[in-house]
């Protein structure tokens, strides 16, 4: 692993086969892949430029990292299909392993393949592990004063550089008090979360509470639990009041 000083951009190379579709068509494909921290949280994939299927075409624009150096755009041409300024190089780059590289926009393509079992979200991160275990710890949860869920069952889920997670059955949320939401998210671990809202009677709390109805099979644990953001709620765990955590989900 390597790290420039100057963005804390981490740079590896990934043992997995990768690959990119745009339009059914084959954007990429690739059996070495490199992992690129360009934010801390969670890495993107570089790929070998010989190892790029589609045209990449010059829209003449240019992008500037501070670590990662000046970029050219380009769109990703596949069999008539076009994802405008899907791809940046960074040719010159300080950092010498992207030279030969391409970042393809994760969210422009349509479909991405970590060997044969497709991906979601950003690329997964060797460095972040998930366990879920069953627990006889009682979580209390309260909003506004309000007591929405209490549990003496939950599933608690430890996921690197994130606070537990505290999943409870249904039957020990007040369900009267949730409103749903037409939020999703998409995680690489666990799958698609849908969203509830809290109405206490006081405040209306937007997108605090989510659930995995059909989760990914590693995470089959959690299925069908409700989850409230630490970061947002107050959480007794055991009687005891826990600190709110302070993630970029704050």
């Given at each position: ?97 992207l030279r030969d590289l391409v970042r393809l926009d994760w969210a422009a393509m349509d479909e991405w393949l970590e060997e044969d079992e497709p991906v979601?979200?950003?690329?997964r991160s060797p460095y972040t592990r998930v366990d879920i275990l069953a627990s006889s710890r009682r979580v209390r949860v309260e909003v506004d004063g ?80 409700a989850c409230f953001y630490n970061e947002k709620v107050d959480i007794f765990l055991d009687g005891e009041l826990q600190e709110h955590p302070r993630t970029?989900?704050?």
């Amino acid at each position: 692993m390597t790290e420039d000083s100057r963005g804390r951009v981490k740079v590896e190379p990934s043992a997995k086969r990768v690959r990119a579709y745009l339009g059914g068509q084959l954007v990429a494909d690739t059996l070495h892949p490199m992992l690129v921290w360009e934010i801390p949280y969670y890495p993107a994939y570089y790929v070998p430029l010989a190892d790029v299927k589609a045209k990449l075409v010059p829209t003449g624009k240019t992008e500037h990292s501070p670590s990662r150096g000046e970029a050219g755009i380009f769109d990703v041409q596949a069999d008539g299909v076009t994802a405008p300024s899907a791809a940046k190089r960074y040719p010159d780059s300080p950092l010498e392993q992207l030279r030969d590289l391409v970042r393809l926009d994760w969210a422009a393509m349509d479909e991405w393949l970590e060997e044969d079992e497709p991906v979601y979200t950003h690329p997964r991160s060797p460095y972040t592990r998930v366990d879920i275990l069953a627990s006889s710890r009682r979580v209390r949860v309260e909003v506004d004063g309000v007591t929405v869920a209490e549990s003496a069952s939950p599933r608690i889920l430890f996921e690197t550089g994130l606070p537990p997670r505290y999943y409870l059955p249904l039957s020990d949320v007040r369900m009267d008090l949730l409103r749903p939401s037409a939020t999703q998210t998409h995680c690489p671990y666990k799958g698609t979360a849908a969203y509830w809202s809290v109405d206490t009677g006081r405040d209306v709390h937007t997108d605090i509470v989510w659930i995995y109805r059909t989760p990914l099979p590693e995470s089959q644990k959690v299925a069908g639990l409700a989850c409230f953001y630490n970061e947002k709620v107050d959480i007794f765990l055991d009687g005891e009041l826990q600190e709110h955590p302070r993630t970029h989900f704050s």
